[in-house]
């Protein structure tokens, strides 16, 4: 079964962000939720809350690339992410000495979410040589306008951007949208072939955005290291990033940090249990007493609670239950899933459809008749529109 084996070995190339909420930090909380094993060589050190960057402090070349050195010679590698470089001198040595058949994610840092400036001009003019060597380069908008040389207003003009720094750098271009003006954020993956993918989510109103850059580029290295196309790389990523937003602890004055270790993991996973109960309040006091956070309420009829590990577990009181549960497995790849079962000869009660809480679901029975829910929440397994406490 899919991330059961050996965790993928994760290479980060990147800057220390003493506030916790974007760099190595940032990287090392995405890869170990997402069932990586984090290594790092550290190119710049910063004082930094979130509010903004006090001070930064570049490693020099030669220490860099003996941290690089250093763990591929032993630990190894199945991906590696770079983000902040420090320095233009870094940035042509990583060049010269990166492995060329392990993938690579670039995300070009210049400016951190507080708007300092984490590249200077030389370091930026560099940044072409990592882009030619990168499996996928993930740059936002101002990012991208520094790389292009133009201003980037709409959709269509990111898109045309990303199209020609594709084709120049014979990379596959993230481009992230989130400084577009709009109720909604749009990403674009384009190919240097000129295959376009196109997200469309709606924006999460939050101020705690700090280190969203950073988390999707090391998210989107652990499954390309685990062998999935960009394409479902970046999707799963880009879950990661929506969850780790919503469920941000709130620290800091200014551009807080993201609560990843709410966020869960995306691998195939049993995270629901559904039990018919008779008594509702009975129940949920026992639960409660448990020590299990209620999330949902429906007085009467349905509650839901928590784990500590983000697992749920529902009661609902249904006229003629017969006291057999329900087990939900959860995968963000649904769709596939289902397909690959029914290939197999695996008969379903219902196929894949989307409900009104914002979940897709499918049903089966185990050989013992008990029911099994496999699913598709997102965000909205955590994170529901009618969530409690």
């Given at each position: 079964m899919e991330g059961f084996g050996a965790p993928p070995r994760i290479l980060i190339i990147a800057g220390s962000d003493s506030g916790g909420g974007a760099g190595i930090q940032a990287d090392i909380k995405t890869v170990t939720m997402l069932g990586g094993f984090a290594a790092t060589a550290i190119t710049a050190l910063t004082a930094q809350n979130s509010l903004g960057v006090q001070g930064v402090m570049a490693v020099p070349a030669g220490?860099?690339?003996?941290?690089?050195?250093?763990?591929?010679?032993?630990?190894?590698?199945?991906?590696?992410?770079?983000?902040?470089?420090?320095?233009?001198?870094?940035?042509?040595?990583?060049?010269?000495?990166?492995?060329?058949?392990?993938?690579?994610?670039?995300?070009?840092?210049?400016?951190?979410?507080?708007?300092?400036?984490?590249?200077?001009?030389?370091?930026?003019?560099?940044?072409?040589r990592l882009m030619r060597r990168a499996a996928v380069v993930t740059p936002n908008v101002p990012e991208l306008e520094a790389l292009t040389g133009r201003t980037l207003e709409t959709v269509e003009a990111v898109e045309a951007a990303a199209r020609g720094l594709a084709l120049e750098t014979?990379?596959?271009?993230?481009?992230?949208?989130?400084?577009?003006?709009?109720?909604?954020?749009?990403?674009?993956?384009?190919?240097?072939?000129?295959?376009?993918?196109?997200?469309?989510?709606?924006?999460?109103?939050?101020?705690?955005?700090?280190?969203?850059?950073?988390?999707?580029?090391?998210?989107?290295a652990v499954h390309l290291a685990r062998g999935r196309p960009v394409e479902e790389a970046v999707e799963r990523a880009r879950g990661f990033v929506r969850r780790a937003m919503l469920a941000?602890?709130?620290f800091g004055a200014g551009h807080g940090p993201m609560g990843h270790a709410a966020a869960g993991g995306d691998e195939m996973n049993?995270?629901?249990?559904?039990?018919?109960?008779?008594?509702?309040?009975?129940?949920?006091?026992?639960?409660?007493?448990?020590?299990?956070?209620?999330?949902?309420?429906?007085?009467?009829?349905?509650?839901?609670?928590?784990?500590?590990?983000?697992a749920t577990l529902s009661i609902i009181v249904e006229e003629g239950a017969t006291g057999s549960a329900t087990i939900g497995l959860?995968?963000?790849?649904?769709?596939?899933?289902?397909?690959?079962l029914v290939a197999d000869g695996v008969a379903f009660e219902a196929l894949p459809e989307d409900k009104s809480w914002g979940w897709r679901e499918a049903f089966l029975r185990d050989p013992d008749g008990h029911r099994v829910m496999l699913f598709s929440a997102g965000e909205y397994r955590r994170f529901p529109p009618w969530r409690i406490g």
């Open positions: 220490f860099v690339l003996q941290q690089v050195d250093s763990v591929l010679a032993d630990i190894g590698a199945d991906a590696i992410k770079i983000g902040m470089i420090g320095s233009a001198e870094i940035a042509h040595a990583l060049a010269e000495r990166l492995p060329a058949n392990v993938p690579i994610v670039f995300d070009p840092v210049m400016v951190a979410t507080s708007g300092a400036a984490l590249a200077d001009e030389a370091t930026v003019a560099a940044f072409g014979k990379a596959v271009v993230l481009a992230k949208g989130g400084h577009l003006a709009g109720s909604a954020v749009t990403d674009l993956l384009v190919s240097p072939h000129g295959r376009v993918r196109r997200w469309e989510s709606e924006r999460i109103e939050t101020r705690h955005s700090h280190g969203t850059g950073c988390t999707l580029a090391s998210a989107v941000a602890p709130g049993l995270d629901q249990v559904t039990l018919p109960v008779r008594d509702y309040a009975a129940s949920v006091a026992f639960y409660r007493l448990l020590g299990l956070r209620q999330i949902v309420a429906s007085d009467g009829h349905y509650a839901r609670f928590e784990c500590p590990g983000g959860e995968s963000p790849d649904l769709d596939a899933w289902v397909k690959r």
